[in-house]
């Protein structure tokens, strides 16, 4: 199942970086459950389309922003922790993270646990609830 996992985080990689609505709908139907869940500092989203949101508004505020990994995600039963980066204007590392991942029967992500391990500057986590 490993092969399929990391085929998923391929996806979910590129899920994050594209701008293109056609494409971020079939790339979350692909990658994503239904009812797939994303806690995070920030909040914790329920579903497909909350995701599409969130990404679209942090797209909104952060258009040049480029989410990849830091190195190979890491696999066991049916979880997956991803380190990642995110990057602006020319190469400038805006934050680094790490994502837990839950996987489904068929392979797709069902909950997603999001830490900041490099938040933002300037970033307040008790800003958000």
């Given at each position: 199942m490993t092969s399929a996992y990391q085929a998923t985080v391929e996806r979910y990689v590129r899920f994050w970086n594209t701008g293109k609505p056609d494409e971020q709908q079939e790339l979350a139907a692909e990658t994503?459950?239904?009812?797939?869940?994303?806690?995070?500092?920030?909040?914790?989203?329920?579903?497909?389309?909350?995701l599409i949101g969130f990404?679209?508004?942090?797209?909104?505020?952060?258009?040049?922003?480029?989410?990849?990994?830091r190195g190979e995600p890491q696999f066991h039963h049916d979880r997956g922790r991803l380190?990642?980066?995110?990057?602006?204007?020319?190469?400038?590392?805006f934050a680094t993270?790490?994502?837990?991942?839950?996987?489904?029967?068929?392979?797709r992500i069902s909950e997603i646990t999001a830490f900041l391990d490099r938040a933002p500057e300037g970033f307040d986590p008790h800003a958000h609830h």
């Open positions: 994503f459950t239904d009812d797939v869940r994303y806690h995070a500092v920030i909040g914790v989203f329920t579903g497909r389309q909350a990404h679209d508004q942090f797209t909104g505020h952060m258009t040049d922003a480029v989410f990849q990994r380190l990642w980066e995110i990057e602006v204007g020319d190469g400038k590392s993270g790490t994502d837990v991942l839950v996987f489904d029967a068929d392979g």
